[in-house]
């Protein structure tokens, strides 16, 4: 069933166990998915400056995101939807959520790299007013693909 289900989104911070869906998530949607450790070091309590929120549909997690904020400046390090969830507005309303609460905790500016092939979410993070930075030469490992950094400069206006 296609269609609009921001409304029974419900916004959480990850915990230990939602891990296996994140995990399963990342696999089937990055080429070089992060790895559990990876998962594991963002959950640490001692990254204080670490965020990873899960976005859960029906007691099931859909989709989450990783976001840094140190001084002011938040990196947009991770952000996928469940591939059986996409095009339903569920990136909008995450990334909707992501940017309130990094203005809610004093972020100024947000940035985040974005494969030069990846269009899909090139289009959303256009619709949040990411504009292009500059180009991250061969960023990619796994193909020496470019980066874009988006970045919004001033999240509060
Ligand atoms: C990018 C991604 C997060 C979008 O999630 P989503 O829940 O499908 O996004 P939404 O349904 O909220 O769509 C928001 C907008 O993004 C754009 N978009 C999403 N998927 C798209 C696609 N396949 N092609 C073109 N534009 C797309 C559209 O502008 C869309 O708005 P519209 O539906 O009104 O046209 C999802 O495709 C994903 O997880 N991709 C793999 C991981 C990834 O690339 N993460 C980003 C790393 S930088």
């Known amino acids: 069933m296609k269609g609009s289900l921001t409304s029974t989104l419900i916004f959480r911070s990850m915990k230990i ?29 001692k990254h204080t400056h670490s965020h990873l929120l899960v976005v859960v549909l029906e007691e099931t997690v859909v989709a989450y995101a990783h ?15 469940d591939p059986a969830y996409r095009r339903r507005g569920i990136g909008k309303a995450l990334l909707k959520e992501i940017l309130d609460r990094i203005k809610k905790m004093g972020g100024e500016l947000v940035f985040l790299e974005v494969r030069v092939s990846n269009l899909a979410a090139q289009n959303l993070y256009r619709r949040f007013g990411f504009q292009i930075h500059s180009i991250r030469k061969k960023y990619y490992s ?16």
């Open 67 to 81: 976001f840094m904020l140190i001084t002011g400046d938040a990196h947009i390090t991770n952000f996928a939807v």
């Open 142 to 157: 796994d193909n020496g693909e470019d980066a874009y950094l988006l970045w919004i400069p001033e999240l509060s206006n």
């Open 17 to 45: 166990t939602d891990l296996p869906v994140a995990l399963r998530i990342e696999r089937q949607s990055f080429a070089t998915p992060w790895s559990e450790t990876a998962f594991r070091q963002a959950l640490s309590e």
